[in-house]
């Protein structure tokens, strides 16, 4: 009974299984079948409201990489990336070369031909898998306005997806840690005429639609803000402060560093490591504690 209770609290605390799966369900309930215009980035702005106490803050994932060594999991001894001899070598070794791997690099290593991934630990895992591992766990940038960007990704002019990166993901739930190096939000608008009709929140590999109503938005000189919720560590996303999750496990209160998303923005599509399918993070005893995949198979369509 305990094991099942344990099980159940994993599932129920990580969102294992969505975690693993494409963001492909976001519908845009309100304008199914309306025509819109382009959209006008300059009618709207995105807050995210970080815990007071927060350790873990974002940062850019060329700086993630940067950090990290690149390794190729294998049984009994995992190999590193020499990048002086451009190749994976088997040993554990922490001298410079196997660090700052060219991104071309990593990028290189995509979905397998069977379409399967790469990282270590997924349902969805091919035969050669890889992984990101920095020697600690990254605090991210404590001032990331104009310093860290968010990654725009949009199918159409209804759906507006930005994707926010984090070195390290806290998540304590009743004494059992399902914390892991790498972390990917979102925040999905859903736009009509230049107005935010709601938006969806990404917590826990799930994502959770919020009409405009329940949402704090507010409008001045013709622009609307919105502010979203960050809680502590999980850095799981809710509309308004409050205590949520498993056991109220993930905090998210007012007063703390306010990130401007919309300040600084960068299109997904042409980042140089989107196309990397292995784990940003290094291999944890489960899935939930892996680090995860990039945001390039977890978009919208």
């Given at each position: 009974m305990k094991i099942n209770i344990l099980i159940a609290l994993c599932l129920l605390a990580c969102g294992c299984k969505k975690t693993l799966e494409p963001s492909n369900a976001l519908?845009?309930?309100s304008s199914a079948g309306v025509a819109v215009n382009a959209v006008?980035?300059?009618?709207?702005?995105?807050?995210?409201?970080?815990?007071?106490?927060?350790?873990y803050f974002p940062m850019e994932p060329v700086d993630f990489i940067k950090k990290s060594r690149f390794r190729h999991e294998?049984?009994?001894?995992?190999?590193?990336?020499?990048?002086?001899?451009?190749?994976?070598?088997?040993?554990?070794?922490?001298?410079?070369e196997y660090y700052d791997i060219p991104v071309n690099v990593i990028?290189?290593?995509?979905?397998?031909s069977s379409?399967?991934?790469?990282?270590?630990?997924?349902?969805?895992?091919?035969?050669?898998?890889?992984?990101?591992?920095?020697?600690?766990n990254l605090?991210?940038?404590?001032?990331?306005?104009?310093?860290?960007?968010?990654?725009?990704?949009?199918?159409?002019n209804v759906k507006l997806q930005y994707w926010l990166f984090y070195g390290y993901n806290y998540s304590n739930v009743s004494g059992l840690s399902f914390s892991h190096q790498g972390d990917w939000e979102s925040v999905t608008l859903n736009i009509l005429n230049d107005t935010i009709e709601g938006a969806w929140l990404s917590a826990h590999g799930d994502d959770k639609y919020y009409d405009k109503n329940a949402l704090e938005i507010s409008i001045a000189d013709g622009v609307q803000t919105l502010s979203v919720y960050s809680a502590k560590g999980t850095h799981a996303l809710y509309n308004h402060p409050g205590k949520y999750h498993i056991l109220n496990s993930d905090d998210a209160s007012a007063g703390g560093y306010?990130?401007?998303?919309?300040?600084?923005?960068?299109?997904?599509?042409?980042?140089?490591?989107?196309?990397?399918?292995?784990?940003?993070g290094e291999v944890g005893q489960q899935a939930a504690t892996t680090g995860p995949l990039g945001p390039w198979f977890k978009k919208i369509n």
């Amino acid at each position: 009974m305990k094991i099942n209770i344990l099980i159940a609290l994993c599932l129920l605390a990580c969102g294992c299984k969505k975690t693993l799966e494409p963001s492909n369900a976001l519908k845009s309930p309100s304008s199914a079948g309306v025509a819109v215009n382009a959209v006008d980035f300059s009618k709207f702005k995105v807050v995210v409201r970080l815990h007071p106490s927060e350790d873990y803050f974002p940062m850019e994932p060329v700086d993630f990489i940067k950090k990290s060594r690149f390794r190729h999991e294998r049984s009994g001894s995992d190999e590193g990336y020499n990048k002086n001899s451009n190749k994976f070598v088997r040993n554990n070794s922490h001298n410079s070369e196997y660090y700052d791997i060219p991104v071309n690099v990593i990028n290189g290593y995509g979905l397998e031909s069977s379409g399967r991934n790469r990282r270590p630990k997924d349902d969805h895992k091919g035969d050669y898998n890889v992984f990101l591992e920095p020697d600690d766990n990254l605090q991210g940038d404590h001032d990331p306005n104009t310093r860290v960007s968010s990654f725009l990704y949009t199918p159409d002019n209804v759906k507006l997806q930005y994707w926010l990166f984090y070195g390290y993901n806290y998540s304590n739930v009743s004494g059992l840690s399902f914390s892991h190096q790498g972390d990917w939000e979102s925040v999905t608008l859903n736009i009509l005429n230049d107005t935010i009709e709601g938006a969806w929140l990404s917590a826990h590999g799930d994502d959770k639609y919020y009409d405009k109503n329940a949402l704090e938005i507010s409008i001045a000189d013709g622009v609307q803000t919105l502010s979203v919720y960050s809680a502590k560590g999980t850095h799981a996303l809710y509309n308004h402060p409050g205590k949520y999750h498993i056991l109220n496990s993930d905090d998210a209160s007012a007063g703390g560093y306010e990130w401007l998303i919309t300040g600084k923005v960068s299109s997904l599509e042409s980042q140089s490591w989107k196309d990397y399918a292995g784990a940003w993070g290094e291999v944890g005893q489960q899935a939930a504690t892996t680090g995860p995949l990039g945001p390039w198979f977890k978009k919208i369509n």
